[in-house]
């Protein structure tokens, strides 16, 4: 394999993995564009979303379940999978961090942080520590372009990413609660005297984030497998990638999500960096982005968050 088509397949490699980064991003960044708090626990929702979906499709699956019926099966545990953590998502905002919302700004990021504990703890008690497969819904045959190898895996993780992060901008943008999410990122007393219901517009905020958590860690699972602690570094690198696009915009979450994934991909291999200390990337190159431009690439100082 030539030098130019090793590191194209590392920039298609870096583009899949980047996509579910710039799905679970979005969510870190839509709560600090309402609330300007971190949801710590984020990572941990996608642990949920990826037991949940599991054990969904392996119970509508059978013992021997025809393609069409696999795929089907797989498509309804990933749409409960997302309405669930959804409501797990307000749940959490509801017990954990609304009655802290007046407090120091120090009490909800314990508050998720203990509840990022409770989860995994949770999950390692009630399924072990053991990590499971995630069974392919489809036969996940790889097809070679000019040299470059791609799967049926990887091609539904970009189309998932593409038509939620759309999906996403043109409710935000397009919608009346698009509109009254905005308008509560930017000022929420002026909101409520406008007739907005803050509460509302907050807990949706969350069960949107929650739900694209979801969907991200049942993605994730076909490479990464189930287990308990499976969300704390990759929520952690998506908050890094929502960090380096400028948290609190949606098109800097997607943005720094792919771009992560694609310096993870390609920076690795370019630099010799050993596959198990290529996590550092990540937070070597959030240092530099706090340093050089604490805002992010497409942060700005007056920015229109969520």
């Given at each position: 394999?030539?030098?130019?088509i090793?590191?194209l397949q590392?920039?298609?490699?870096?583009?899949?993995l980047g996509?579910?980064?710039a799905?679970?991003a979005?969510?870190?960044?839509?709560?600090?564009?309402?609330?300007?708090?971190?949801?710590?626990?984020?990572?941990?929702?996608?642990?949920v979303?990826?037991y949940?979906g599991?054990?969904i499709?392996?119970a509508l699956?059978?013992?021997?379940p025809s393609?069409?019926?696999?795929m089907?099966?797989?498509?309804?545990?990933?749409?409960?999978?997302a309405v669930l953590c959804a409501?797990?998502?307000?749940?959490?905002?509801?017990v954990?961090?609304k009655?802290?919302r007046?407090?120091n700004?120090?009490?909800?990021?314990l508050?998720?942080?203990?509840?990022?504990?409770?989860l995994?703890n949770g999950?390692a008690w009630?399924?072990?520590?053991?990590?499971?497969r995630f069974?392919?819904?489809f036969v996940?045959?790889?097809?070679?372009?000019f040299?470059?190898?791609?799967?049926?895996?990887?091609?539904?993780?970009?189309?998932?990413?593409?038509v939620?992060?759309?999906a996403?901008?043109?409710?935000?943008?397009?919608?009346?609660?698009g509109?009254?999410?905005?308008?509560?990122?930017?000022?929420q007393?002026?909101?409520?005297?406008?007739?907005i219901?803050?509460n509302?517009?907050?807990?949706?905020?969350?069960?949107i984030?929650?739900?694209l958590?979801?969907?991200?860690?049942?993605l994730a699972a076909f490479?990464?497998?189930?287990y308990?602690?499976?969300g704390?570094m990759?929520g952690?690198?998506?908050?890094?990638?929502?960090?380096i696009g400028g948290i609190?915009?949606i098109?800097g979450?997607?943005?720094?999500?792919i771009?992560?994934g694609?310096l993870e991909?390609?920076?690795?291999?370019?630099l010799?960096?050993?596959?198990?200390?290529?996590?550092?990337?990540?937070?070597?190159?959030?240092?530099?982005?706090l340093l050089v431009?604490?805002?992010?690439i497409l942060?700005?100082?007056?920015r229109?968050k969520v």
């Amino acid at each position: 394999m030539s030098t130019l088509i090793l590191y194209l397949q590392y920039i298609v490699n870096g583009i899949t993995l980047g996509a579910i980064y710039a799905l679970i991003a979005l969510g870190y960044t839509m709560v600090y564009g309402i609330l300007k708090f971190i949801n710590f626990a984020h990572g941990d929702i996608l642990m949920v979303g990826a037991y949940v979906g599991l054990l969904i499709f392996q119970a509508l699956m059978g013992d021997a379940p025809s393609p069409f019926w696999l795929m089907t099966s797989f498509l309804i545990a990933m749409l409960l999978s997302a309405v669930l953590c959804a409501i797990l998502g307000m749940l959490i905002e509801r017990v954990a961090y609304k009655p802290l919302r007046n407090a120091n700004r120090l009490a909800p990021l314990l508050s998720a942080i203990g509840v990022s504990f409770i989860l995994s703890n949770g999950a390692a008690w009630i399924f072990g520590t053991q990590s499971r497969r995630f069974p392919y819904p489809f036969v996940n045959t790889p097809t070679s372009i000019f040299g470059i190898t791609i799967t049926p895996h990887q091609i539904l993780i970009v189309v998932v990413a593409v038509v939620m992060m759309v999906a996403l901008t043109l409710f935000v943008n397009r919608t009346r609660m698009g509109k009254a999410m905005r308008a509560t990122s930017l000022d929420q007393p002026t909101s409520e005297l406008m007739g907005i219901d803050v509460n509302k517009v907050i807990s949706l905020t969350f069960a949107i984030g929650s739900a694209l958590a979801a969907i991200g860690g049942i993605l994730a699972a076909f490479d990464f497998r189930v287990y308990p602690s499976m969300g704390t570094m990759t929520g952690l690198k998506a908050f890094v990638a929502a960090v380096i696009g400028g948290i609190g915009n949606i098109q800097g979450a997607m943005f720094g999500g792919i771009l992560l994934g694609l310096l993870e991909s390609v920076g690795a291999p370019l630099l010799h960096i050993p596959s198990a200390l290529k996590d550092t990337i990540a937070f070597v190159i959030l240092i530099i982005i706090l340093l050089v431009k604490p805002d992010g690439i497409l942060g700005k100082n007056e920015r229109e968050k969520v």
